[in-house]
């Protein structure tokens, strides 16, 4: 629904993933969670799923790949950049 009342609005995105990451106890013995930055295919957010819902909408604009990952950007962009154009192209094929 929020991609469909964005309609025009939205002209670009930024997409990457995340892992929840059990931390130390606070004081009242609750234990504090942080989120890790996640390879698009192992985080808790569907990439496939997202890519799915922005081309039922029609979107077309552009896309970033978010990875502040300590990886070398080249091989960044051998392994996100290659899942993530496999993704946007496999559901080119089912959805238009």
């Known amino acids: 629904m929020g991609l469909e009342l964005l309609g025009p609005y939205l002209v670009h995105g930024h997409i990457g993933n995340g892992t929840p990451e059990a931390g130390a106890r606070d004081v009242q013995g609750a234990l504090l969670w942080s989120w890790v930055f996640s390879r698009l295919k ?6 496939a799923q997202i890519i799915g ?8 604009g552009y896309i970033s790949l978010e990875d502040f ?3 070398r950007d080249e091989d960044k962009l051998q392994d ?3 899942y ?12 238009c």
């Not at 192992?42 to 990439?47: H, L, M, R």
């Open 80 to 82: 996100q950049g290659m």
């Open 84 to 95: 993530f154009q496999t993704l946007i192209r496999q559901e080119s094929k089912t959805n």
């Open 69 to 71: 990952s300590p990886a």
């Open 42 to 47: 192992e985080g808790v957010a569907n990439i």
């Open 53 to 60: 819902d922005l081309k039922s909408v029609g979107y077309k």
